[in-house]
């Protein structure tokens, strides 16, 4: 019986061992109940027989089992070892944000051209978002932007700008930096959404260092490098902080020029806003005899004329499908 327990090769079988052993109508059992047929005299000896054979068999089935059982252990581990170095085709890549990744692209091309990277708070107030840009109260272009107000006169930044007036406060000319950022605006349509992102530029040197020309040709350059082969055009326009002001157009990407639906038939779309800085601007941060030029874009308009993305909107749903698309 001894070598049985010892022989046996998984638990199963060493359970199967315990009841035709220790079990109710086990050999055990049965010899224990030879122990009122036999004489009185021999019972006792018969007994301690019977139970030194029963602790003998116990020892060697406990035994057994521990062996058993860390064997059944370390074949469990051994199975459900996790390889993490091994690659799985199942796990799903994730993605940069169209907006984050169109924003990126936009960041690479100015810090190639020796731009710093600046940042500003999103809560503003009125005098960096507005006053110090040229904007008094009361200023009939403050109806340019929609804004969000708090209670305590406080203001969500409704565009980059705010960041130009931080900077040249914190700093000495030359300026040479772009802010990418977050900016919101009570606007919700197909091409508009209250939170969106801007990336504004800004230099300021002496002045027969910057000039008009220096900001045309860089954002040819610039615009090429987003968009590919495009024709670009500047068109007057109004920014209370710049004067003179331009808006920039690039030939349309999708009809190239003819016309179509997306360029609303003009063959043109307006991509940015720019100019140079208004002398009272640099009055505001106490600048004097600089000259500076500026411009802001909208990143979202970017990501949509580069991806064709239909709804603005959609970019901000959360919807696992779209972002999908973008892996
Ligand atoms: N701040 C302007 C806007 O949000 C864009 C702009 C920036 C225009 C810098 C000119 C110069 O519309």
């Not at 003179?244 to 779309?269: M, N, Q, Y």
């Amino acid at each position: 019986m001894l070598e049985t327990i010892e022989d046996t090769n998984s638990l199963e079988e060493l359970e199967g061992i315990r009841v035709k052993l220790f079990g109710k109508k086990g050999s055990l059992a049965g010899e224990f109940a030879k122990l009122k047929d036999i004489p009185p005299k021999e019972k006792k000896a018969f007994a301690e027989g019977l139970n030194k054979k029963k602790a003998s068999l116990q020892k060697a089935f406990d035994t057994q089992y521990e062996i058993l059982k860390a064997r059944e252990i370390e074949k469990m581990l051994k199975s459900e070892a996790i390889d993490v170095s091994l690659y799985s085709s199942l796990s799903k890549k994730g993605a940069l944000h169209p907006v984050m990744e169109t924003m990126d692209k936009i960041i690479d091309y100015f810090v190639a051209m020796n731009f710093a990277v600046e940042s500003g708070p999103m809560v503003e107030d009125d005098f960096h978002n507005f006053e110090a840009l040229n904007l008094p109260k009361y200023h009939p272009a403050r109806d340019m932007q929609d804004t969000f107000y708090f209670k305590d006169g406080g203001l969500l930044r409704t565009h980059t700008s705010p960041v130009q007036i931080r900077t040249m406060l914190e700093t000495k000319p030359p300026i040479r930096m772009i802010a990418p950022g977050t900016v919101f605006r009570r606007d919700y349509d197909l091409t508009h959404t209250p939170m969106f992102h801007q990336v504004e530029g800004l230099v300021v040197d002496s002045k027969d260092k910057v000039s008009f020309a220096n900001l045309k040709s860089i954002l040819e350059d610039f615009l090429k490098y987003m968009f590919g082969d495009v024709e670009v055009r500047f068109r007057p326009s109004f920014f209370p902080f710049t004067e003179p002001s331009a808006e920039v157009d690039i030939s349309c990407i999708f009809c190239k020029g003819d016309g179509c639906r997306v360029c609303s038939h003009t063959g043109w779309l307006e991509v940015l806003g720019c100019g140079i800085v208004d002398q009272n601007v640099f009055k505001a941060v106490g600048y004097d005899d600089v000259s500076g030029y500026a411009f802001g874009l909208g990143v979202e308009r970017f990501a949509m004329l580069m991806h064709k993305i239909p709804d603005l909107r959609s970019l901000f749903e959360g919807d696992i499908r779209l972002l999908e698309q973008f892996r």
